[in-house]
């Protein structure tokens, strides 16, 4: 008995071999709580042991087969709610649905799945419900139906609905869209790169890709946002797949839970039943390990993603200290713009960036370096700004040195242009060009400084030996010297032994160095008391002629000396006109006191340039230029063929020929091109003809009568004879010829003999003298300019002021106020105002004469008003009196040389001084608006 049982036992050991054991996986479980530790929790605590396994039939029913026919993810989760509230009727019916689709979707489905995984029924009562669930089913087939399945009042029924819901929504995480591969496909044109790589890879793998994107491009912010949403899915996933070993975990428990003892019955192991069993329960166990490993393979991802956080941080770091370092090196190079160093600056700048390229540089720029516009190229388009204002400093120097030689300083003018040369050597402009950032030069500015050299009128010359020289000799040395005498001589009492009328002081003294032209005062012995005579007055000379001011001196019973001076370069200078005596009108002299006059010399000769063109205005400016005078246009031969009327061919008198200066040269223009015969009128002509000849006057033409040889009157009567032709302007032609008369007609504009229609007006030429020819020229009539009409010449107006002067001693004075001209009874009146906070104060007003050269001069009349008011001041008696009589006289001096000049907006004031010689003050003028044009 014994020994049959140990055999039964033994026979049995195969099928006991054959059962399937489990033994819970300590090592897995302790690797989990580890990770747990580092804070993430992949694995849930075990699910418990179902007894019975009708609800996990249920949902894996539910979730296989409805699912498989219904894969889109809003389906899914439909199914998710029905599983939760399958348990009663009104729980399906609670779910967020309408009962339509319940009824003709989600219930039949279900309710298949209730009939398959049930033990209740048998084949048939399966067939018969499936049976009324295809022909449908409504709420009041629920309690027959539940009441057939006996598992509805299992008490673990709500613990298997958790672990199904778990698993559902595991899964939904798994597979954000639950498609097919060919659906997958289909919409693969229509969904972003990211969406189609989520469903074939997971999110977690193209979360990371961006943030290897966001590193590479340096966004390291966007990077940390990237990696903490990759800690998130990762956790989340993982959490995912530790449900799922813990749901085959609890499947394969409960199976060999529930079987254990069934199986054991079968010693044999050769039941059918059991043999699929034990191969359900082996496949069970392969899956389990598989999600085992699935787990702690993606557990992995962790230390991957601490090592990224790792890395992220030092990257951070790094940048923002790089970020900071860039901006300091900025703040000092911007520092060093200004100096030599800025190309070492600007070079440690880009070195900062070697290393930065593409999407990184231009991340590089964002966060705290946003805003300061520090990009290298921003910075040397600042040094551009720097050299454009070194360029400005270095030119103004220019013209303050300019404003030195012109005041003759040239010691001073040296002296700055070396310093400049060093300024621009040790601090030169640098600009980054194609070579690289390096010094530019500077050859025009060192050309123009070179260049610089005392200016003829600051010519030094030797003041001569005149001590104890008669006053005309001394004047005729300082002439010959090219200086002057500086107002009235300083008479002074003779002692014995000296000669009366010699000179015994001059300022400056014999011998030492003086600009030319610089007055000389000169100290001259008086006669003796006991030996003066009976005075006589002295007359008025200046604006005279040579001739009338020996009379005038003459017949007052003075001396007459007369010298030659400045060259009569201007058109107030008149030709051999006297301009300076030594002695004033209305001075009292003893009798035959030499009075020294000096005289203007003869104009100077230039030479008439070409002006031929349609341009008026152009040639007109021509003329002005060469220091001519633009005369009217003059009509003369009719055109040529390709010639308009009206185009300048030649000037009166002709190009190339040397004319003294201002002389006035009128622009020979084409007159009326002459008719011809049938040429105007035509059909038209004729039938205007037959009334009353109207046609006919308009055609005639006369020849220019033959006045060549005739007095000018003669000849302005036979033109006008008839009152056919207009006689026009009289003006200087060539020189004598053969038998030509000076002051004769030597031609006309139109030519003598030409025809021309009614009302040409006929200009005619005089014959002039030969220079140096014994002729006296006809006499004419004063040919003096007179005062400009209308606008002044373009000076009429306010004139907003502003400039620098800067003195000898260097003092730098800031000009600022209103120049206001206007025309008063036929004079132009200058008013000169300063302004000061805001405030003007007038200052001086002259009457002024505009010459034909546009330049403001003292009037005239002006001139002698002063003069008289001298003689007035200097009788009053005391040495307080002859102070005030010298300064007005200096004063005086200084109003003759006065000339204010324009060129555009820019003005330039010159005088004489008596003792510094000429002054200019170079100064802005600008037209207020509104003011007279």
């Avoid at 300091?328 to 960036?353: F, H, K, S, V």
């Avoid at 230039?606 to 246009?633: C, E, F, M, N, Q």
Wanted: glycine fraction near 8%; charged fraction near 25%.
């Amino acid at each position: 008995m014994v020994i049959a049982a140990i055999m039964l036992w033994l026979a049995a050991l195969p099928g006991f071999a054959e059962r399937v054991g489990f033994q819970p996986d300590y090592d897995f479980q302790d690797q989990m709580d580890k990770v747990k530790e580092d804070g993430h929790d992949c694995l849930p605590p075990s699910y418990s042991i179902q007894l019975d396994p009708f609800w996990v039939r249920v949902g894996g029913k539910a979730f296989d087969t409805c699912v498989s026919e219904n894969m889109t993810t809003t389906q899914l989760i439909k199914y998710m709610a029905l599983g939760a509230g399958s348990l009663t009727p009104a729980g399906v019916y609670l779910a967020p649905y309408t009962a339509s689709e319940l009824k003709s979707d989600g219930v039949k489905c279900l309710m298949k799945a209730y009939v398959e995984a049930s033990d209740s029924l048998s084949s048939s009562e399966k067939d018969n419900w499936r049976g009324r669930i295809d022909a449908g089913f409504a709420v009041k087939d629920w309690a027959g139906f539940a009441g057939n399945i006996k598992e509805f009042a299992d008490p673990d029924a709500a613990k298997v609905t958790k672990a199904f819901v778990e698993f559902s929504a595991a899964s939904l995480e798994r597979m954000s869209e639950a498609k097919s591969f060919s659906e997958a496909m289909k919409a693969a044109m229509e969904q972003s790169w990211r969406d189609v790589s989520i469903y074939f890879y997971g999110e977690l793998p193209v979360v990371l890709e961006e943030y290897d994107q966001y590193v590479k491009e340096c966004r390291y912010g966007l990077a940390r946002t990237a990696l903490d949403r990759a800690i998130k899915l990762a956790d989340r996933e993982c959490r995912a797949l530790g449900h799922e070993y813990r749901l085959l975990e609890q499947e394969i428990v409960s199976s060999i839970y529930r079987n254990w003892e069934v199986m054991g019955q079968d010693l044999i192991g050769d039941d059918p039943a059991m043999v699929l069993l034990r191969n359900q329960q082996r496949s069970m166990k392969r899956d389990l390990v598989d999600a085992k490993n699935e787990v702690l393979d993606y557990v992995k991802n962790f230390d991957e993603l601490e090592k990224k956080d790792k890395a992220l941080e030092r990257l951070t770091w790094q940048f923002e200290k790089e970020q900071a370092d860039y901006a300091r090196q900025l703040e000092r190079t911007r520092q060093a713009l200004d100096g030599p160093a800025a190309c070492y600056a600007i070079g440690e700048l880009r070195n900062l960036l070697s290393d930065k390229t593409g999407a990184c540089r231009a991340s590089f720029f964002r966060g705290p370096l946003a805003g300061l516009n520090g990009q290298p190229e921003a910075v040397e388009q600042e040094l551009y700004l720097v050299a454009s204002r070194k360029s400005s400093e270095w030119w103004g120097e220019v013209s303050q040195i300019r404003t030195l030689f012109n005041t003759c300083r040239e010691g001073e003018g040296f002296s700055r242009i070396a310093a400049l040369k060093s300024k621009v050597q040790a601090d030169p402009i640098v600009l980054v060009t194609e070579d690289g950032c390096k010094p530019v030069d500077q050859p025009v500015l060192m050309e123009t400084l070179d260049k610089f050299a005392p200016l003829p009128h600051c010519r030094k010359t030797t003041v001569p030996e005149i001590v104890g020289q008669s006053l005309a000799t001394a004047a005729g040395m300082l002439n010959d010297a090219e200086l002057v005498i500086s107002g009235k001589p300083e008479m002074v009492e003779p002692k014995e032994g000296q000669t009366p009328g010699t000179v015994v002081k001059s300022d400056p003294k014999p011998g030492s160095s003086a600009r030319i032209w610089t007055g000389v005062k000169l100290a001259v012995l008086d006669k003796f008391p006991e030996e003066e005579e009976e005075l006589v007055e002295m007359p008025e000379v200046l604006g005279l002629t040579e001739t009338a001011a020996k009379e005038a001196v003459s017949d007052a019973g003075l001396t007459p000396v007369v010298k030659k001076g400045l060259a009569a370069n201007k058109i107030e200078y008149k030709p051999e006109y006297i301009y300076h005596a030594t002695h004033d009108e209305g001075d009292m002299l003893p009798p035959l006191t030499e009075v020294v006059m000096t005289k203007y010399g003869p104009r100077p000769m230039v030479k008439v340039p070409t002006i031929a063109g349609p341009d008026i205005a152009k040639a007109r400016g021509i003329l002005s230029a060469a220091g001519l005078t633009p005369g009217d246009p003059a009509a003369g031969d009719p055109p040529p063929e390709g010639k308009e009327p009206g185009e300048i061919y030649g000037s009166i008198p002709e190009a190339e020929s040397e004319q003294e200066m201002f002389t006035t040269v009128q622009p020979l223009v084409y007159g009326l091109r002459a008719q011809q015969p049938g040429e105007e009128g035509g059909d038209e002509a004729g039938d205007e003809g037959d009334d009353e000849g109207e046609g006919d006057d308009e055609a005639e033409t006369r020849p220019i009568p033959t006045v060549s040889g005739k007095p000018p009157a003669v000849a302005t009567s036979m033109i006008e004879a008839d009152d056919f032709f207009v006689a026009g302007s009289i003006s200087p032609g060539n020189p004598a010829k053969d038998d030509e008369v000076p002051g004769m007609v030597q031609s006309t504009v139109p030519a003598i003999g030409s025809p021309q229609p009614k009302g040409t007006v006929v200009n005619m030429l005089i014959v002039m003298p030969v220079q140096g020819g014994d002729e006296a020229p006809a006499p004419q009539e004063d040919t003096a300019q007179p005062e400009p009409e209308g606008d002044g010449g373009g000076w009429i107006g306010r004139w907003r002021v502003a400039g620098t002067h800067t003195s000898d001693s260097g003092k730098t004075t800031e000009i600022r106020g209103l120049m206001e001209i206007a025309q008063e009874q036929g004079i132009l009146i200058l008013t000169w105002s300063t302004e000061k906070d805001g405030a003007l104060k007038e200052v001086i007003k002259l009457p002024m004469a505009n010459g034909a050269d546009n330049v403001l001069r003292l009037h005239p009349s002006a001139l002698k008003s002063m003069e008289d008011d001298g003689a007035g001041s200097e009788s009053s008696g005391g040495i307080i009196g002859q102070e005030v009589s010298k300064i007005a006289l200096m004063f005086r001096e200084i109003l003759k040389t006065l000339a204010i000049s324009r060129q555009g907006e820019q003005c330039a004031l010159t005088v004489t001084d008596p003792k510094k010689g000429p002054m200019t003050l170079a100064f802005s003028c600008i037209r207020e608006e509104g003011a007279s044009q």
